[in-house]
């Protein structure tokens, strides 16, 4: 009995040995964690436009369900990406959740994977939240400057995106990139379904009186949204601009417009990444998450820099529209 009891017990190190030994050196890394703003302006979609905040609270999941998931399949599985781990962020977003999912709850392993590139999500995603608030808030009395407030406050950051304008074209013709929309292309046009309700809705909200106005303007969205996560836009072969969709707030906040593009093109980055044979070890991805998200995307490296654009502004394609339908409520994103 002692020696299958000491057995079991050696059997069970190595397992767990096995398993954190791809993290030997993330299980050191600190997490910095920043507190949000405080602000008059915090909270107020939730507390005024409920139907569109939990909307985004349903992102939240599917991001951080989605790399988990991508993880301890190994990305192997078409069906448990495909049919599961989709099918189960849609149900997600089905209960409406009223409050922020708990990621770290949701994607423990990728987090232990790649910490710094989540906390660049993490407060990127609170700088979308905060300008949604500041449109929303009955308690603003100066919109711009409470959006230039929120973007200084952001900047500060170390895990700040740069909002110089990124070569997106070239960050799409890496190596590994397309790795994950090859493969699992249903998932991948829900996340794009997600870029488009995130930078869709700038424009209507800035331009909206009213609560009663804003409630009616985002109503259509989410129609059109909910439209895509029922028959996902395959046909799409690039992620939706906020230029193109919110042509109005792009130019008047082109900074943010920059970083927002630019977080949706990291989520492209590290899927591909998650799901690429390039980097057949854990190690071996998180290498690489680390070397484009310090080389191309934070802000501490735009002296440096080789993917930042110079030129006219980034515009789609129009040659590649094909099949690039349904967007009535504004400009429709075009491929390169």
Same mark, same amino acid.
């Given at each position: 009995m002692r020696t299958k009891h000491v057995s079991a017990i050696i059997g069970m190190t190595l397992a767990l040995t096995a398993f954190s030994a791809p993290f030997a050196h993330a299980q050191f890394e600190p997490r910095d964690k920043r507190f949000y703003q405080r602000a008059s302006w915090n909270f107020a979609l939730r507390d005024h436009l409920p139907e569109l905040d939990s909307e985004f609270n349903g992102v939240d999941f599917g991001h951080s369900h989605l790399y988990e998931n991508l993880l301890l399949t190994g990305a192997r599985s078409i069906p448990a990406i495909e049919d599961t781990a989709r099918r189960q962020t849609l149900r997600f977003i089905a209960l409406r959740p009223a409050l922020p999912p708990n990621e770290e709850a949701i994607a423990p392993t990728y987090m232990k994977l790649a910490w710094r590139a989540q906390n660049t999500f993490d407060q990127a995603h609170t700088l979308h939240r905060a300008t949604y608030d500041i449109y929303v808030s009955d308690?603003?009395?100066?919109?711009? *400057? *409470?959006?230039?407030?929120?973007?200084? =406050? =952001?900047?500060?950051?170390?895990?700040?995106?740069?909002? @110089?304008?990124?070569?997106?074209?070239?960050?799409?013709?890496?190596?590994?990139?397309?790795?994950?929309? @090859?493969?699992?292309?249903?998932?991948?046009?829900?996340?794009? *379904?997600?870029? =488009?309700?995130?930078?869709?809705?700038y424009d209507v909200l800035a331009g909206a009186p009213d609560l009663a106005s804003q409630k009616a303007v985002i109503r259509p969205i989410l129609t059109t949204y909910h439209g895509y996560l029922k028959q996902p836009p395959v046909q799409w072969i690039f992620m939706p601009l906020t230029a193109e969709l919110s042509p109005a707030f792009a130019a008047r906040h082109p900074d943010l417009a920059n970083i927002f593009d630019n977080l949706h093109m990291l989520h492209d980055n590290i899927s591909d990444i998650l799901v690429s044979d390039l980097f057949p070890t854990w190690e071996a991805k998180r290498t690489e998450i680390y070397r484009i998200l310090d080389r191309y995307y934070l802000a501490s490296a735009d002296a440096t820099n080789p993917m930042i654009r110079s030129g006219d502004e980034m515009k789609h394609d129009m040659r590649d529209m094909n099949g690039m339908k349904g967007m009535e409520q504004s400009p429709q994103p075009r491929a390169h």
């Open positions: 308690r603003v009395a100066d919109q711009e *400057a *409470a959006i230039r407030a929120a973007l200084a =406050y =952001y900047q500060q950051s170390p895990y700040a995106i740069t909002a @110089r304008p990124l070569d997106h074209q070239g960050l799409d013709n890496l190596p590994f990139s397309k790795s994950f929309r @090859r493969k699992f292309p249903l998932f991948n046009a829900t996340i794009w *379904a997600y870029h =488009y309700l995130q930078v869709a809705v």
